[in-house]
């Protein structure tokens, strides 16, 4: 499916001009994944999701499942540099996954992409109530997660690839982001306060880049740890792994030694 998609974009002519995006993303093979009714109030365009294995736009294809909502998922599978071709064809000045055709619209930032799909399409799922304290805590989590989660910890990892740093800088701190949402966890059960949400879609994928990455150490987080069970445990979490990562992770990025989060004592 993924390479017929890359090669059907190929024959339209991968070197056609952003002006006319639209039209790509309209002539993409009718290969939605799911085909279940929106519950949601808009009528939902033709969602088709760009994606690289093991990376962000698992988000996306995750929401989607959790959702029941239809969508076509384009990479071409154990090829990121495939995939990430099919991205540039279609989005050249911000070629990122998840980068996801909503309509006429070529859109990025997986949180936004998933709070407008919620607000459009969600029928109130995935999101707590309003006037709830969860509410608060739920947007809080949906931005942390890039905002402060994700950065320091990228942040964190690159400073080591270049040189392992002498001493921790409080600006760069990835125990200390990772605390503060292992503190959350103690108190409620997901990072949409009672119930899951979407906030706990967003905060996967960085807890995992600096657990896996040894950006911090993964046996100081029980709490985390419980919570990555439940989330394994869920159909629309495996549907997306059996759909987005058939193969388990592509081109791993290489981890840090173990313990490599300690600070290092002068
Ligand atoms: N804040 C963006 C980050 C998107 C992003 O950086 N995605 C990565 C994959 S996880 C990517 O496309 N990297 C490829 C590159 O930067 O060349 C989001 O949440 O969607």
Redesign the pocket.
Known sequence: MNIKQFSNLKKIGLAIALSVVTAVGATLPATAVHAQTATGALPMPEITIYH?EG??SERLVWLMEELGLPYTLNFTRGNLAASMAAIRAINPAM????TVTYGDQVL????AIIEMILARHGGGRLVPPLASPDFATHLLWIHYA?GSLASRAIADYRVWQIQPPQQRSPLVDSEGVVQFAENFLANNPWFGGAEFSAADIMMLFPINFAMTLNIVNKAQFPHINAWITKIEARPAYQAMLAKARPDGMVGSLPALPVNASRPVTP
Do not use: D, T
């Open positions: 690289l990376r962000r070629p990122v996954a998840p990025v930032e997986s949180g890039e």
